[in-house]
């Protein structure tokens, strides 16, 4: 059983289109995370929810709009699609917000914008 | 805010041979120092963890050192295989706290058979 689930694991589209990346856990956490990996490797954090709620919102664009119908998903929209949003983004868990343990990866999900 | 820096980027090394991947960090209030170790085409997976009441800490082939004073730790792999050929990251956090957790930019490591 995957711990972190996410889809699509690959996404390809144009420039100025709309897409959304869904994430799942199944390890009863009540955080959940969306962190943006560019092409040389570095992993920024973009949000975090505890709970439902938003916890922390990084300097992201307002095209990134997340949305966490439960605890335990969490999903990203991305509107107006541009060139530098190519990346590989990762959605993670953990049991808390208070940097006590072990944050858990999803496999990540590659979008190439065109 | 907390800056790491991790040094060295890419890091080529024989089969058997020890790897040293070292970081620094900023903020003196930092008291947690995770190691993220991150396959081809997977996510990122912690494999040691040190708090700084420790100064050291090991697990199996793999140990962490930290020097609060310097500001430093250092994630050490002993007897190295391919199957640790990968991206290795260090990260620094306040814990328990709310701050986010602040990585470094990862140093890629070969191990040639």
């Known amino acids: 059983d995957t711990a972190v689930s996410q889809t699509p694991k690959y996404l390809v589209t144009q420039m100025g289109n709309d897409k959304s990346i869904k994430c799942e856990q199944n390890?009863?956490?009540?955080?959940m995370y969306w962190y943006k990996q560019d092409s040389k490797k570095f992993l920024k954090i973009m949000f975090s929810?505890?709970?439902?709620?938003?916890?922390i919102n990084e300097t992201v664009p307002n095209r990134f709009s997340p949305k966490s119908p439960d605890k335990a998903h969490l999903n990203l929209h991305i509107n107006s699609l541009e060139l530098g949003d190519s990346a590989v983004y990762f959605c993670?868990?953990?049991?808390?917000?208070?940097?006590?343990?072990?944050?858990?990866f999803g496999e990540g999900s590659r979008l190439t914008v065109l | 805010g907390e800056n790491v820096e991790q040094h060295p980027s890419t890091l080529s090394v024989q089969e058997g041979d020890s790897a040293v991947i070292k970081c620094t960090y900023s903020?003196?209030?930092?008291?947690?120092f995770p190691w993220y170790k991150q396959e081809l085409g997977k996510g990122p997976q912690l494999i040691i963890d040190?708090?700084?009441?420790?100064g050291e800490k090991k697990d199996q082939r793999i140990a962490v050192t930290l020097n609060k004073t310097a500001k430093h730790f250092s994630l050490h792999i002993t007897e190295t295989q391919p199957e640790d050929s990968a991206v290795y990251f260090c990260?620094?956090?306040?814990?328990?706290?709310?701050?986010?957790?602040?990585f470094g930019k990862g140093t890629m490591l070969l191990v040639s058979p």
């Open positions: 903020d003196s209030a930092s008291n947690y």
């Open positions: 390890l009863g956490h009540d955080t």
């Open positions: 990260a620094a956090s306040i814990s328990p706290g709310y701050s986010t957790l602040t």
């Open positions: 040190i708090r700084s009441n420790v």
């Open positions: 993670a868990s953990s049991r808390t917000s208070a940097n006590t343990g072990e944050l858990f």
């Open positions: 929810y505890n709970n439902k709620e938003l916890i």
